[in-house]
Antibody, heavy 122, light 108 residues
């Protein structure tokens, strides 16, 4: 059974960089037909896709966040990571890592991490 | 960028049928997926490829997609179906993932 686990600080100061890592177990991050992604959910609000990465390193980002986001993959450790720079209180959210099944017409999330709350506050 | 529109809330009595819509420009040409999210939990996929059910999802959950509207239908609604539901597409022209704003299903 595939499992994804987010890790990283739960509190980040304004203007600093939010950094999270997702560790994948029970499957290989190098599997074809899958993307790996980050999705966030501010308290009481909906889901927002942040970006996705393929094991080869190809990345795609939400245009609204693209200038502040970096997503990288570490195939040797079966992990992928998120960095979000210049954070503000608006970046306070539960951050989920996820596996996305990709097919010709699109794709969907078939596995989610449990989510980790990141609060931006001084 | 592509926009998906959902009603903020839908109410239904137990045993009745709930229909949650997801609107988008020519969404019928895209593959739509639906997630259920209970409070404090991660979302769970309940419908993929417009109308397919993952294993473990009751047959009461079904989906359709045509024109500018996709619909998630929950038959014989139970109290345990009370949750937020999100639709999602993958815009293949840009490889961007898009979520609808979510619909809170209230079981009266």
């Amino acid at each position: 059974q595939l499992q994804l686990q987010e890790s990283g600080p739960g509190l980040v100061k304004p203007s600093e960089t939010l950094s999270l890592t997702c560790t994948v177990s029970g499957g290989s991050i190098s599997s074809t037909n899958y993307y790996w992604g980050w999705i966030r959910q501010p308290p009481g609000q909906g889901l927002e896709w942040i970006g996705s990465i393929y094991y080869s390193g190809t990345t795609y980002f939400n245009p609204s966040l693209k200038s502040r986001v970096t997503i990288s993959v570490d195939t040797s450790n079966n992990q992928f990571s998120l960095k979000l720079t210049s954070v503000t209180a608006a970046d306070t959210a539960v951050y989920y890592c996820a596996r996305l099944m990709k097919f010709q017409l699109g794709g969907y999330v078939d596995y989610w991490g449990q989510g980790t709350l990141v609060t931006v506050s001084s | 960028s592509y926009v998906l529109t959902q009603p903020p809330s839908v109410s239904v009595a137990p045993g009745k049928t709930a229909r949650i819509t997801c609107g988008g420009n020519n969404i019928g040409s895209k593959s739509v997926h639906w997630y259920q999210q209970r409070p404090g939990q991660a979302p769970v996929l309940v419908i993929y490829h417009d109308g397919d059910r993952p294993s473990g999802i009751p047959e009461r959950f079904s989906g359709s997609n045509s024109g500018n509207t996709a619909t998630l239908t929950i038959s014989r609604v139970e109290a345990g179906d009370e949750a937020d539901y999100f639709c999602q597409v993958w815009d293949s022209s840009s490889d961007h993932v898009v979520f609808g704003g979510g619909t809170k299903l209230a079981v009266l």
